[in-house]
């Protein structure tokens, strides 16, 4: 169980919450669901449009939620999507 | 047995199933797999012994289906590798020699005939498995077959099995009968120096060019291996010059399949060997492969000692049939004989490049190949 | 590399593992055979694996086609047959790491006994198995890992074939290292992925994979996400627990590292008796 924060921790000012930046393939995606429903913080939901394979890729609820877990990169099964640190000062290998 | 380096150069007396394991080692073979079968097993336990002094593998894997599929992974990371076997053995081999077929790794593979079909009689010859060589495996394909008659042919036989299956990455196929393979004969082998071998031809092209299976003008493709710094992928589904799948594409099909064909084919007079002796003006052919060519060079011989025009044509090279120069010999004569150790199938490409002229099939079975005296009964009989 | 750029967000991270020109790859929706390529590519990533020496064999079966979708050597072998083809280019080249990616049908079925010769020899073959309970490519019939009762196309009336516990076969065997998990603890299965390449010897994972389309649909779990709840639900992390009571039911399953030992390699072993008997071969000749 997560234990809620009853104070501030002292250094609450100097430490930066990373912010992530999630990558969606739309077109790669088959609505198998997975990313969506293993998300911890519930960040993806299935959206309105239809990509060119006829299905609903997901869609990103609210970003800053997201808490770079990496949980959908890996288990999507199609490789069409990816969570990565905004303005990182690591460059994703190519 | 003096042993200087790793060829056994020198004067021998060996068997035949020994010559073949030493032919192997001379031809820079440094991968063995196999699985223990009468008649073949000698070879199998002499190379036991002899690969490690040589610094190669042996293994015995757990059935043939195994040794075959090992031999292609060996062969895929770079050695010279073969395995040995007779026709149950042979049988069980037959998907995996496709898959040599397809992923075109060169190895040999002998098959020392006995007795079939099925568990047959394992130690008594045969000639049975001739078709099976070429046929065996299901699909379009082209692989080699060669007949050793003597034990010096097991060890010569052996190293130019090697040397082809290099040169064109087909599985090359020693056919041996369980005479030739368990007789006893004087053997001698050159020093290493006078022994041709031939190494697969390598990649000109860099890493990110190289296609796995893009062939240059001999048909055949350059061969990387695993570990070599060309990543490629092989497969035994129909692929494209990338190696990359390609199920669905009749072009590929064709081009493909035509291909493994074509260059041996097209390639056929640079592979095949014959041994034509006393056939200039021969009216009756005597045309026979592995022990049996001995008898009939012997029937021939008294044949000409009693006046009759008779000749032999032995078949160093089964497969790709030597048809042209059966084709040749089957004009100028009156028939052809063909004695073999089965109920008749190498007879059968025998008449067709033989068209018009008779072809009398000799068949044998059992123990005992064809005597002379048979042979020569038969060149006499000629008219009847 | 550290450097103050904006990230790229043309390419998947791991697009370079994979052979762009076979993507995307064949596999059904929701089939766990992606999630399992994800995971090993991820684990090469995490590495730094020299590919060059990595070879990736594969036999036939839909997870067979894994070996066309990496960007390493690798080899689709016939059905049931890349493990001895695996056991003959790691002995040829002992320095070249083989994996071998297969499913339950090619591996257990017809490829059973090289399975068991392979562990038993303990090749240094690092063999995953993605296990969904069926021979997928061609069509969901009953395999060696379908559980009881199960409907397939070829056991309409339910399967009376009492199916084999993967983990306690291999274990049993003598394999080095012995893992089951499923495709909801990517993590873990990334990590026993990684834990292969650092371990000598035989060693075995096996995934457990949803195959929505066709063992799901005909056994009442219609989607991935229904199968991959099963998954969820019914496992529990047991670490080495005894293989032979791992078997898997509706309500159980046991994941988790069941071995995890250190024997000499068959390779290793067979290279030092080569040079010994090498070198005393060539001390004669001079």
Redesign the interface.
């Known amino acids: 169980m997560p234990e809620r924060l009853w104070r501030k921790p002292l250094d609450a000012e100097k430490v930066i919450k990373p912010k992530a930046?999630i990558?969606i393939?739309k077109d790669?995606c088959?609505?198998?669901?997975?990313c969506i429903?293993?998300c911890p913080m519930k960040v993806l939901e299935e959206s309105d449009e239809i990509n060119a394979r006829g299905?609903h890729p997901p869609r990103v609820v609210d970003e800053s939620k997201c808490i770079i877990c990496g949980?959908c990169?890996?288990?999507?099964?199609?490789?069409a999507i990816?969570v990565?640190e905004?303005?990182?000062?690591?460059?994703?290998?190519? | 047995m003096t042993r200087k380096g790793i060829v056994l150069e020198g004067v021998h007396f060996l068997n035949g199933d020994v010559a073949c394991a030493e032919g192997a080692i001379a031809a820079g073979c440094r991968f063995f797999a196999g699985y223990p079968i009468t008649p073949a097993t000698e070879i199998a336990e002499h190379l036991a012994q002899r690969m490690p002094e040589v610094g190669g593998i042996y293994i015995q894997m757990e059935d043939e289906i195994a040794s075959m599929a090992a031999v292609i992974g060996a062969s895929y990371s770079g050695l010279k590798s073969m395995t040995a076997t007779s026709g149950p053995g042979f049988s069980l081999m037959q998907e995996n020699i496709g898959l040599a077929v397809m992923t075109e790794a060169p190895c040999v593979v002998v098959d020392v005939m006995r007795g079939g079909p099925s568990t047959g009689q394992p130690t008594m010859p045969s000639q049975q498995d001739v078709m099976q060589a070429k046929w065996g495996s299901h699909g379009d394909y082209e692989i080699v077959a060669l007949a050793p008659c003597s034990v010096q042919e097991m060890f010569d036989l052996t190293v130019e099995a090697f040397n082809l299956s290099e040169t064109y990455r087909v599985p090359t196929m020693v056919l041996a009968d369980e005479i030739v393979a368990h007789m006893w004969e004087k053997v001698v082998i050159p020093p290493a120096e006078d022994i041709k071998t031939v190494n697969r031809k390598k990649p000109n092209a860099p890493p990110d060019e190289y296609l796995p299976f893009m062939p240059d003008d001999s048909l055949v493709p350059p061969m990387a291996c695993f570990g070599e710094g060309f990543s490629f992928h092989a497969t035994g589904l129909t692929h494209d010059e990338h190696g990359y799948p390609k199920t669905s594409s009749s072009e590929v099909q064709q081009q493909l399949v035509r291909r493994l064909c074509d260059k041996i084919r097209l390639n056929a007079d640079r592979i095949i060997r014959v041994q034509e002796v006393m056939l200039e003006d021969a009216d009756v052919v005597v045309v026979a492969y592995g022990i049996v060519a001995r008898a009939a060079l012997s029937a021939v011989r008294k044949a000409r000692e009693e006046g009759i025009k008779a000749g032999l044509l032995r078949l160093v090279t089964l497969w790709p049939f030597p048809e042209v120069q059966v084709a040749k010999y089957a004009e100028q004569a009156e028939m052809m004989i063909v004695p073999e150790m089965n109920y008749g199938q190498l007879v059968r490409e025998v008449q067709r490049a033989a068209k018009e002229t008779p072809v009398r099939f000799l068949s044998k079975l059992g123990e005992e190949p064809h005597t002379p005296m048979e042979i020569l009964e038969s060149i006499r009989r000629r008219d009847q | 590399m550290i450097e103050e750029t904006t990230i790229q967000t043309s390419a998947h991270p791991f697009s370079k593992y994979l052979r762009s020109a076979m993507m995307p790859h064949i596999w059904c929706p929701g089939c766990g055979n992606g999630v399992i390529l994800n995971c090993f590519v991820q684990a090469l990533d995490e590495l730094k694996l020299d590919l060059d020496k990595l070879v990736v064999v594969s036999g036939i079966g839909c997870i067979g086609r894994s070996a066309g979708y990496t960007n390493t050597n690798s080899f689709h072998t016939t059905h049931g047959r890349p493990i001895p083809f695996a056991t003959g280019a790691k002995l040829a080249n002992p320095e070249l790491e083989v994996v071998v990616i297969s499913g339950d049908g090619d591996l257990f079925a017809i490829g059973g006994n090289h399975f068991i010769h392979a562990a038993r020899r303990n090749v240094g073959l690092k063999v995953i198995c993605a296990n969904n309970f069926n021979y997928g490519m061609t069509g969901g019939q009953q395999g060696p890992t379908t559980p009881l009762e199960s409907s397939t196309p070829t056991s309409p009336y339910g399967s009376i074939e009492h199916p084999f516990n993967l983990v306690h076969l291999a274990a049993a065997s003598g394999a080095t290292y012995v893992a089951r998990w499923t495709t909801v603890h990517v993590r873990n299965v990334t990590q026993s992925f990684k834990k292969l390449f650092q371990k000598k010897g035989f060693c075995f994972v096996e995934v457990i994979t949803p195959c929505p389309e066709l063992y799901g649909r005909y056994n009442k779990m219609r989607t991935g996400l229904e199968m991959m709840d099963w998954f969820k639900r019914a496992s529990r992390i047991e670490h080495f627990s005894d293989p032979s009571k791992a078997e898997i039911t509706s309500d159980r399953i046991v994941v988790g590292e069941f071995v995890d030992m250190d024997r000499l390699s068959y390779e290793k072993l067979l290279h030092e008796k080569i040079a010994q008997i090498n070198e005393k071969a060539l001390g004669k000749v001079k």
């Open positions: 930046e990558h393939f790669q088959k609505e198998c669901g997975y429903s293993f299905v949980f990169t890996s288990v999507c099964p199609d490789f990816f990565t905004k303005n990182s000062k690591e460059k994703p290998i190519q």
